[in-house]
Every structure is written in structure tokens, then in C-alpha cells.
């Protein structure tokens, strides 16, 4: 019998007008570590946003656990160098005893340092991601793994608004939203900022910035967000070095320096200095989508 079954999600309570979500274990709460969860379109560039900046915080001293959130357990691959087994995978594997495990069972070293985690998720129509990801937690916390760390990145799949979305946003203290310079980014992000300002009714998660990622230009999300009253925190051009970093399965912070390279590891610096730092709460008002499709574009 997997957790799953022993306990079922509480979807006793709305959280946001007409929504059922997976409710946070009041036991399994992050406390110490400041906590970003990184939303975005489907295909945007999450991941490798994350690990490179996690791989920035790392460069900066920083003790950096980053969690993937997405049945792919894709997210990690280029701070290790390879596909880690999901939480998921392991658990199955002592017929989900979570206390027959052991940290190096679930936990991998990257680059700097950085501790990876899959949560991976149920098979597909089976279960709730929200709920996997919340086992995740306890299972770190079980073992004293948050204890040490003082960062932790959640790298979040998709943009469908759901409760396995949201549910890591019910442990951030940030939202980052990773989008490009075109309409499908932009109207995605857009409904990530309305789910984010849902859950802040009753969470602590504030929403930091939006990240221009794969961008030449950035005119389309910067008039975006002085309509709604966002804000654009980076930009990550369109360059080569990007793409070639995922094929050698490597972070950027890794790959032999070029002036591409060493421009991005920068804005990866900066943005992970800013973070830290602390950013301002931002509550922007999202758009109806008609108005979406009036804002962007040319006539």
C-alpha cells in the first residue's frame, strides 16, 4: 500500500474562491532555508533555469537542495550528469516504507555541492503530484536533510494550475516565473500570476519577477508587466552556449568559459545575489485573457 492510499489528500477545504487543493502537513513546513519555486510555461527553460541557478547560489557558499517536480525527474540531470531516480521509484522499491530508506536512497550530489531531489509523481490519472511532492518534504525532514541547507529550489512542471502545481507553493517565501519574449509565454504567465496571488491568500509565497529566458529582445514582457504591474528580474539571451550545456549534461558554471558563457554565469550571479537579498512582494493585478490577446502583438 503506497502513501497514497494510507492517507489520502485533504480536499476538505477551498483555497482560492472555487478551488479544491492538496492542503499542506502542518508538520512537514520548511523553516530556515529561504525557499523559490520556479513556474513557467510548459517547455520555457525551468529546469535549466533552476540548476544554473542553483549552481549560481552554490558558487556564491550557499547550500543549495533543489527538488524537481515533475514525473520526467528530468530537472537535476544537469547537475549530476544523469537521471536520479525519483522519489517515487525508491519508495516502491522497500513497498513504500519510507523508514527502511536512507538519505543517499533518495539524495544525489551535483555540481558545488548542490543536493538533488526528484519527487517524480504518480503514473499518469492515478494520483495527485501535489500529494508526492508534500511525501517529499516529510521525507527530507525525516532525515534532518533541511536542517543544513539554505536554500531550496522547487523546479515546478508545466503551467497547468492544479493542486500538484500549486503545492509547492505552499512552502516557497518567492515565485519566479521563467518566460520568453512571445504571446504563449506571456498568456501562460499570466495565469501563473493569478494561481500565485490565489495561494498568497493563505500562504506566505509572494511573487518576485518574471525571468526573460531564450530572448533576444524583451519589449513584449516588459510592456506586459507594466500593464499588470510586474517586474522583469532577468534576462537570459538566446545563445548557443544554453543549448550545448544540456547536451554535455552540464550546468553552465561548468562548461569551458566563452564570453556567451561567462555573461550568463553573471546574470545567473546576480539574479541568485538579488533573491538572497531579498526581493519586494509583488501583487500584480493579471489580466481577463481577452485582454491578453488586445495587449500583445501587433495590430
Same mark, same amino acid.
Given at each position: 500500500?503506497?502513501?497514497? +492510499? ?33 513556474? /513557467? ?14 549552481a ?10 533543489? !527538488? ?36 543517499? &536512497? ?11 531531489v526528484?519527487?517524480?509523481g ?7 503530484? /501535489? ?16 536542517? &543544513?541547507? +539554505? ?15 500549486? $503545492?509547492p507553493?505552499?512552502?516557497? +517565501?518567492r ?8 504571446? &504563449? ?10 494561481a500565485?496571488? $490565489? ?7 509572494r511573487?518576485?519577477?518574471? !525571468? ?6 524583451? &519589449? ?13 528580474? /532577468? ?6 552556449? !544554453? ?17 556567451d558563457?561567462? $555573461? ?12 538572497w ?5 509583488l501583487?500584480?493585478?493579471p489580466?481577463?485573457?481577452?485582454? !491578453?490577446?488586445?495587449?500583445l502583438?501587433?495590430?
Open positions: 500500500m503506497s502513501p497514497l +492510499d494510507r492517507r489520502p489528500p485533504d480536499l476538505s477545504g477551498l483555497d482560492g474562491e472555487g478551488s479544491v487543493q492538496v492542503h499542506q502537513d502542518p508538520t512537514a513546513r520548511i523553516e530556515g532555508a529561504k525557499v523559490f519555486s520556479i513556474y /513557467g510555461k510548459g517547455g520555457i527553460g525551468k529546469s535549466t533555469t533552476s540548476s544554473n541557478l542553483s549560481a547560489f552554490a558558487s556564491l557558499g550557499k547550500r543549495v537542495l533543489q !527538488i524537481g517536480c515533475d514525473p520526467k525527474h528530468d530537472s537535476t540531470f544537469t547537475l549530476t550528469g544523469s537521471l536520479v531516480p525519483t522519489v517515487i521509484d525508491i519508495l516502491k522499491e522497500v513497498d513504500f516504507h519510507p523508514e527502511e530508506l536512507r538519505p543517499e &536512497d533518495f539524495i544525489f550530489e551535483g555540481w558545488g555541492g548542490v543536493k538533488c526528484e519527487a517524480g504518480p503514473p499518469a490519472g492515478t494520483g495527485c503530484g /501535489g500529494y508526492v511532492v508534500g511525501q517529499t518534504v516529510k521525507l527530507l525532514k525525516q532525515h534532518h536533510l533541511l536542517e &543544513d541547507t +539554505d536554500v531550496v529550489i522547487f523546479d515546478v512542471l508545466g503551467d497547468v494550475v492544479c493542486g500538484g502545481f500549486a $503545492a507553493l505552499q512552502h516557497a +517565501d515565485a519566479v516565473i521563467v518566460t520568453a519574449n512571445d504571446f &504563449d509565454s506571456i498568456y501562460a504567465m499570466n495565469r501563473i500570476i493569478a500565485v496571488q $490565489a495561494k498568497s491568500t493563505n500562504y506566505k509565497v511573487l518576485a519577477g518574471c !525571468i526573460a529566458n531564450r530572448s533576444r529582445d524583451t &519589449d513584449e514582457v516588459d510592456r506586459f508587466c507594466d500593464k499588470v504591474g510586474f517586474r522583469r528580474i /532577468g534576462h537570459m539571451p538566446d545563445v548557443d552556449a !544554453i543549448r550545448r550545456s544540456r547536451l554535455k549534461k552540464k550546468t553552465l558554471f561548468e562548461m569551458d568559459p566563452d564570453d558563457i561567462i $555573461a550568463c554565469r553573471a546574470e545567473y550571479v546576480r539574479l541568485a545575489e538579488a533573491l537579498n531579498g526581493t519586494e512582494p501583487a500584480p493585478a489580466l481577463p485573457d481577452r485582454d !491578453i490577446f488586445e495587449l502583438g501587433f495590430d
